[in-house]
């Protein structure tokens, strides 16, 4: 089975920044596209960014675009998000995922049927 453990969550003030890490085991890491999802209390889980295979392809939901750098390390089998310009309405448990697929060329806003395993979470928190 795909193992998935997220890192690098913690407090921090708004405008700081984080980087998240997520590293994979259980197959192999660099044929398959992945992806960063956040759930706030009483919120749906949502999209964040993906990353595809190669790293030549990376998306962003809207209200990150410009703040967060999805990349990819094949050779550590490791994604990592780095958040910047934090605001409170970042806070959230960020969850790393990979796809269900392998070589997918662009991973486009996808929903939970789109992902084949997911990490346990690592919680960030905004203050104001």
């Known amino acids: 089975q795909v193992q998935l453990v997220e890192s690098g969550g913690g407090l921090v003030q708004a405008g700081g920044s984080l980087r998240l890490s997520c590293k994979a085991s259980?197959?192999?890491?660099?044929?398959?596209?992945m992806g960063w999802f956040r759930q706030a209390p009483g919120k749906e889980r949502e999209f964040v960014a993906t990353?595809?295979?190669?790293?030549?392809?990376?998306t962003y939901t809207d209200s990150v675009k410009g703040r967060f750098t999805i990349s990819r390390d094949n050779a550590k089998n490791t994604v990592y998000l780095q958040m910047n310009s934090l605001q409170p309405e970042d806070t959230a448990v960020y969850y790393c995922a990979i796809d269900r697929l392998q070589l997918r060329n662009s991973w486009i806003e996808p929903g939970p049927a789109d992902v084949g395993s997911w990490g346990q979470g690592t919680q960030v928190t905004v203050s104001s």
């Open positions: 990353i595809n295979w190669s790293g030549g392809s990376r």
């Open positions: 259980g197959r192999t890491f660099s044929i398959y596209a």
